[in-house]
């Protein structure tokens, strides 16, 4: 209760210094935003592994997914500029599909997708986001609203943040917080859900609070770094319903080639994460840049991480930029994951979503830029700033694998 207290009060604090900077007077100024800004960003992503979490820890995991994204920011004056920020994901998913595995024609089986209609689905968002500036341009405050859906699932937020910069904007201090209002379909694993000694879950609601701090500091004309702090409480369903999960003091039963499940995933109804991350930029001379990112993260569920990446962008030419990539990431396991059929009946919560297991995971990109300040390249009544392309490769040692191909284009008004 006093964590989202303190939340409420940083929204008044928020909403108080925008009122205050509204009505400062005004005076000649250059524009946070000259005109409208158009990116246009598209993903694929493709993955594959056999952990599958709605198969109780076995599995197929191929998933493919497509999302197109427009973000439109649009100065409304010299000082505000509002955001918004739409998109769909269309994805297909053989281990979801596995909810019902019994609906098609074919004999089921963990390591084969089901033709259901949980086979695939469709997410849609969107984000509105204000921000003011100060005359000085030294203070921005901002706030925003957000809401998403698909089938099973329903999300609203909102959040606001405000940042400070001084020291001839040498150094940058921010604070920012949000709120996120979750609600889920209880969608349960076909053959439990008429089962008399079945007992669903209590919520259909998940909440999650969150506030952050930044710093950063230009430390001299080749380097900057920056530091975060980031705190999560999430409170209600932190379970997924259709999450099997099979325990080795009870006999295995089958249907066809798939195994019936002892029960769904239960986790505990709070979780709080901590993030502490650390950047440094450094400028090496007109073609290279290096930078590097570190993070350490830890929860009350049992999980450690680190994050470790660098990135080495490469300038080829004014217009031509070369971004190659690389990131570490390593986590323990969760006081509650159970590999497939390792769960006792006697533990209160367990899962098998390799998510929450011990592993460790390598990811590198390649990526390249274009980018012409004059907009030479015309498309309606707006100019062609960039052009972003990027691939990445990620691979765990527990076997899952992904490739994610993206493009960004900006356009800006003329």
Excluded at 46 to 73: C, H, M, R, W, Y
Excluded at 346 to 375: C, M, P
């Amino acid at each position: 209760m006093y964590f989202m207290k303190s939340i409420l009060g940083l929204f008044i604090f928020l909403f108080s210094v925008t009122v205050f900077a509204q009505d400062s007077t005004s005076t000649y100024k250059k524009r946070v935003l000259e005109t409208t800004e158009i990116d246009f960003l598209v993903s694929y992503y493709s993955q594959d592994g056999d952990n599958a979490a709605v198969s109780g820890g076995i599995g197929t995991e191929k998933l493919t997914d497509f999302t197109p994204t427009f973000v439109v920011a649009i100065p409304l004056n010299a000082d505000d500029v509002l955001t918004i920020d739409a998109g769909v994901s269309a994805y297909t998913s053989a281990s979801s599909s596995n909810v019902d595995p019994f609906d098609s024609n074919e004999p089921a089986d963990p390591y084969v997708a089901s033709s259901g209609a949980s086979a695939s689905d469709l997410w849609a968002g969107g984000n509105f986001n204000y921000s003011h500036s100060s005359d000085d341009r030294n203070e921005i405050v901002s706030a925003k609203i957000s809401v998403s859906s698909e089938y099973d699932y329903f999300s609203l937020g909102f959040g606001g943040s405000y940042t400070k910069l001084f020291n001839e904007k040498n150094t940058e201090v921010s604070v920012h917080a949000n709120v996120y209002l979750d609600t889920w379909k209880l969608l349960y694993p076909i053959e439990v859900r008429d089962t008399t000694s079945f007992i669903g879950l209590d919520k259909k609601n998940r909440n999650s609070y969150s506030v952050g701090f930044g710093f950063s500091q230009i430390l001299s004309k080749n380097l900057q770094g920056a530091l975060s702090v980031d705190l999560v409480q999430q409170q209600g369903l932190l379970s997924t319903p259709f999450q099997r999960i099979y325990f080795s003091d009870l006999p295995d039963r089958f249907h066809e080639n798939f195994q019936l499940a002892d029960d769904i995933e239960r986790l505990p109804e709070t979780r709080f994460k901590t993030a502490i991350g650390g950047r440094l930029n450094y400028y090496l001379n007109e073609v290279f840049v290096l930078r590097t990112y570190y993070r350490y993260y830890f929860d009350d569920w049992g999980i450690n991480s680190h994050t470790a990446s660098i990135e080495i962008p490469i300038k080829i030419t004014d217009k031509f930029t070369l971004y190659p990539s690389y990131r570490f990431y390593n986590q323990t396991a969760a006081d509650y994951f159970y590999p497939y059929n390792i769960a006792l009946s006697t533990a209160e919560f367990y899962t098998s979503d390799y998510d929450l297991s011990e592993f460790s995971a390598n990811q590198y990109g390649f990526g390249i830029n274009y980018t012409d300040i004059f907009a030479k390249l015309q498309l309606a009544k707006f100019g062609l700033k960039s052009i972003d392309l990027k691939y990445d490769y990620y691979k765990r040692d527990s076997g899952l694998n992904y490739s994610l191909i993206s493009a960004g284009f900006k356009f800006i008004g003329k």
